[in-house]
């Protein structure tokens, strides 16, 4: 893919992934000339290229099954996306936009639920003249596009919603991570930065102000840690994708030692919308704790895979009645979250709403895709394939996580040819392996392993047990 | 400085140490014996001249900050000013992580010595159920990344690297940056790297070097590669060429004697210990020690350390990056001396035991 430069953050990993696009391999002659290019030891650069992934362009399938404010208005061109909200925030001041936020309570749509708020505030209050704006377009998690889809089709209003962030916290750099797979998004949000510096809405003192910001995609190569956020730093400066303790915050020391903010791209495109009609209006949508809307792909066995958008508080149960279409007999379960997520029994989903505390209540998580999983499914089968995927896409560095995972592969195989022998023995050791991981590991990824594993040995034991 | 607590014993500890290194340097302070140590905190990822990496997860601690308690790993959680607290070291949540944990390593690579004694001391006996890993090259590598570290960071060449994720995440085969130091061999824990000195030859990662011989006792010493890595780091000095030409044995220089260089690193022989059998002479990837011309108690000619190759002049040393041309802490020479004559001793922050 042609790119125009201005608009593209540029590293060795971006060059090895043009190497890999153009030849379909990177071969030990590239990796010479690259670290000649970059003056790096050979073998750094072989890491680099085993490391990442680059994938290769996959062609998407948006279906959309319901529609909410986000994404009632597609938002690809600048005619249609007037960026009132960012030229309100400019008249109001940065406080204001910061206390709309917080009233507006708006959570981050990572999957942990951190306040957007107090993380802008935690990042603005660090003094730096260099401060980088983060959107984590990742979507790494199997069977989701939701976070693809909002960047090729409301590109606009991700840019509004960072240029927002960013003049909260006095950002002046912001880099949009997304996958390098996902060529229709990439392209969009160039040809929107594009219109965006055309209409003085990017670059030096925008619209007159004092306020400066340079937006740049990252076309990046994969593998689904990146996704954690120190990790997803790394893999920006070039370096490999190992997450870091995060000891010393990321608000303090990020991206290149500088103060940085990282946002899920749905979390910035809720900015916008939040602006526009107060903070206090957005938060009557929604439950106690969790408020605004979500937006997921659902996918599985129903009767149509695609992208919602339903507001915080909506019964699981109706999720997967109205939207997914799926009567009661034919649905035993669902998993939420993707790998790091949960599964919840047929008998969970009625009352329990979309709701961060709700689902982690249970053990699972807010994320990108719900899987509904139908009668014929069997459990452990769903379960060796999210820890199979783990096993793959972790960095490999905390043997807990490494070994771990790749034991419970192991165990789950046994399980499945022992038919119902020692299967109790089996099952306990998968989940002390599990729990271990929880407890010794360094990330995210290696910490969540519990949570597909003992919900669905929690919920679903007969089936693990069963002859 | 910063307060902490570790176990039962309030301690000062100067900002920016780790974790580890307090707790190293409180046990040691409070038992007056280096030795107990690595009873107290194991570690198999951890080496005292490296960055941590933080990926055996053996050296973990309970950490209890701002009243939450949680599992930290010691190697790479700097100490702090600012924040008070309390660490415990032998809890069982403590214990039952790390026991997995060197289960789990256990099971990868059960054939290592080292391992097997690590797992003794931590009560590991038998592997749980798990099927053993066949892997036809590096047998004995967990992948803690010591022998990656350490060519970068002390040679600084970066021939090996880990390469790969995940499970399939393995050491790969030195690059054309080699140049057979050895410093690999040497460092690894679970000797997993295989180097072999037989006719002038050395076999290393597949590759075969040549050792250059001493013209003066015609041993082979160091490989051409290295002596030409060396002859580039100092081709700034002007130095005699026999400097570069001679064992560490043979080159004998009075010029440095009472040259006195601070270094992070210092290596005590034992000089009534030394058997004079040139191990360590052998092992030393920077050619530091060599031999003295004064016999010990047993009538042996002790080996000398010095931090610096030996002809250097003080004036020298402003100009070089002494990590890569002096000692780095590399403790091949501790790791290969069949006598225990050799000790290392590392500058750290400084810990101050309250009560």
Known sequence: MKRDKRFYHENIISTLYDIKSQNYKITEEDIKNVSKQYSLPTAKVKQLATFYEFLEETKPKYEILAKGPLISKKSTTIKSHPYDAFKKS??????????????????????????AARKWESCKKVQNPEKYLLANGHNGDPGSN???????????????????????IGANKGIIYAEGEFTDSIKKLEKAIKEAHQEKLLGDNIMGSKFSFDLRIFPAAGVYVCGESTALMRAIEGKVGEPRL?????????????????????????????????????????????????????????????????????????????????????VKGIQFGGPLGGFLPKELLVGTEL??????????????????????????????????????????????????????????????????????????????????????????LGQSIYNPVSSSIKHFKEEFTKK | ????????????????????????????????????????????????????????????????????TKLETSCNYVVKDSEEITVSTNTPRVQKARKMNMELILA?????????????????????????????????????????????????????????????????????????????????????????????????????????????????????????????????????????????????????????????????VLKNICKDCHRCVEACPKGLISQSQDFNQKGYAAVNWSPVPKGLKKEDLDKLDLEKIGCAGCQACYRTCPESAIDIYTKKGKVIVLK
């Open chain 1, 146 to 168: 939701s976070d693809r889809y909002l960047m090729a089709n409301h590109p606009h209003q991700l840019i509004e919603g960072m240029l927002i962030a960013a003049y909260a």
């Open chain 2, 1 to 68: 400085m910063a307060k902490l607590k570790i176990d039962e014993h309030e301690v000062i500890a100067e900002e920016g140490m780790t974790l580890l290194e307090v707790v190293d340097e409180t046990y040691t302070a409070l038992t007056k014996n280096r030795n107990i140590v690595n009873r107290i905190i194991p570690r198999l990822c951890n080496h005292e001249s490296l960055e941590p990496y933080a990926a055996c997860r053996l050296c973990l601690v309970e950490v209890e900050r701002n009243g939450k």
């Open chain 2, 108 to 268: 990868k690579s059960p054939n290592s010595e080292h391992l097997k004694h690590v797992a003794f001391q931590l009560g590991v006996k038998k592997n749980k159920d798990f099927k053993k890993k066949a892997d036809e090259s590096l047998e004995n590598c967990i992948e803690c990344g010591i022998c990656t570290r350490a060519c970068d960071q002390l040679v600084g060449k970066s021939a090996i690297t880990l390469a790969s994720r995940g499970t399939e995440k393995h050491v790969e085969k030195a690059t054309e940056d080699c140049i057979g130091c050895g410093m690999c061999y040497h460092i690894c824990p679970t000797n997993a790297i295989k180097m072999e000195d037989k006719n002038g030859k050395r076999k290393i990662w597949g590759k075969e070097f040549e050792l250059v011989k001493c013209p003066t006792c015609e041993t082979p010493y160091a490989t051409k590669e290295m002596i030409s890595y060396k002859k580039e780091l100092l081709k700034d000095i002007n130095l005699p060429e026999d400097f570069f030409t001679k064992c560490p044995r043979c080159y004998d220089s009075t010029s440095n004697e009472d040259l006195q260089v601070e270094t992070k690193y210092a290596v005590a």
């Open chain 1, 355 to 444: 709701c961060f505390d709700a689902l982690s209540k249970h053990g699972s998580m807010m994320g990108d895709a719900l899987m509904v999983i139908g009668p014929d499914k069997p459990i452990p089968e769903t379960t060796q394939y999210f820890t199979k995927f783990l096993e793959e896409q972790s960095c490999g560095k905390c043997v807990s996580c490494k070994e771990g995972l790749r034991r419970i592969n192991e165990l789950l195989e046994d399980l499945k040819t022992s038919k119902g022998e020692k299967s109790e023995e089996l099952t306990n050791l998968i989940l002390d392996l599990a729990e271990n991981a929880k407890e010794s590991s360094l990330c995210q």
């Open chain 1, 246 to 330: 995060k000891h010393i915050h990321t608000a303090e020391k990020g991206l290149y030692d500088k103060p940085t903010a990282l946002n899920n791209v749905e979390t910035l495109i809720n900015v916008p919308h939040i602006i526009s009609i107060g903070g206090d209006e957005y938060a009557k949508t929604g439950t106690a704790t969790s408020k605004g809307t979500k937006v997921f792909s659902l996918i599985g066995d129903v009767d149509q895979e695609g992208i919602i958008e339903v507001p915080m508080g909506t019964t699981l149960e109706h999720i997967v009645y109205v939207h997914g279409k799926r009567p009661w007999h034919t």
């Open chain 1, 90 to 115: 400019l008249e109001q001041g940065p406080e204001y936009v910061l206390s709309e936020v917080k009233k507006s309570q708006l959570r981050g749509r990572g999957g942990a639920g951190f306040p």
